[in-house]
């Protein structure tokens, strides 16, 4: 009798945490296609990408990034903050329709992004955990649209395969980029 009340309790305690947990992911996002990217990235155990998201209180949306610049317009995503100091992850809203697992990989990404003024070593350490993502969450099974996404997606895991201790070709990719050192601790990020 006290083996199956134990058994009873510890069924409980693990159905409750699932829903206090899933009660987390609506409070990042009110889409559902960004809930269940986070949903895919708690089931692999991705704790510190929620640590990220918890700390700074950051909400998930899809949004049409020309409207805070023109130039933005084919950006992938960003983090950013309102006028009133709440902190977002925008999503370009062109990537709506792209898979689950890539959009998870944004998230990913942008959960990196602490500060209101991006550093190298801080924007490197964003795109290796991209490219961790993608290796982890890609399907083998299923041939991915050819979107620039995916293009993105496939070379930074390429890039972060050839890397060695001596040369980081993500953080030369990055350092050689014209857009990010006109960004890269220069100003702040902009708000919406």
Request: hydrophobic residues 40%; aromatic residues 10%.
């Amino acid at each position: 009798m006290l083996k199956r009340v134990f058994v009873l309790f510890a069924c409980l305690f693990v159905l409750s945490s699932s829903c206090v947990f899933a009660t987390n992911v609506k409070n990042f996002s009110e889409d559902v296609k960004i809930r269940e990217a986070l949903t895919m990235l708690d089931d692999i155990g991705a704790t510190e990408i929620f640590d990220n998201l918890q700390e700074n209180s950051v909400k998930i949306m899809f949004y049409d990034l020309t409207q805070i610049s023109f130039s933005y317009g084919k950006h992938f995503a960003m983090n950013t903050t309102d006028n009133w100091g709440n902190r977002y992850i925008l999503i370009n809203s062109r990537y709506k329709n792209a898979p689950t697992e890539q959009i998870a990989c944004l998230i990913a990404h942008e959960s990196c992004h602490k500060g209101k003024v991006a550093t190298l070593a801080e924007e490197t350490l964003a795109t290796r955990t991209e490219a961790k993502y993608w290796t982890v969450l890609k399907k083998h099974n299923i041939a991915y649209a050819d979107s620039a996404l995916t293009n993105r997606l496939n070379k930074l895991v390429n890039l972060e395969r050839v890397s060695t201790v001596d040369h980081d070709y993500i953080q030369d990719k990055i350092s050689n980029s014209r857009f990010y050192q006109e960004q890269l601790a220069v100003r702040e990020r902009r708000s919406f």
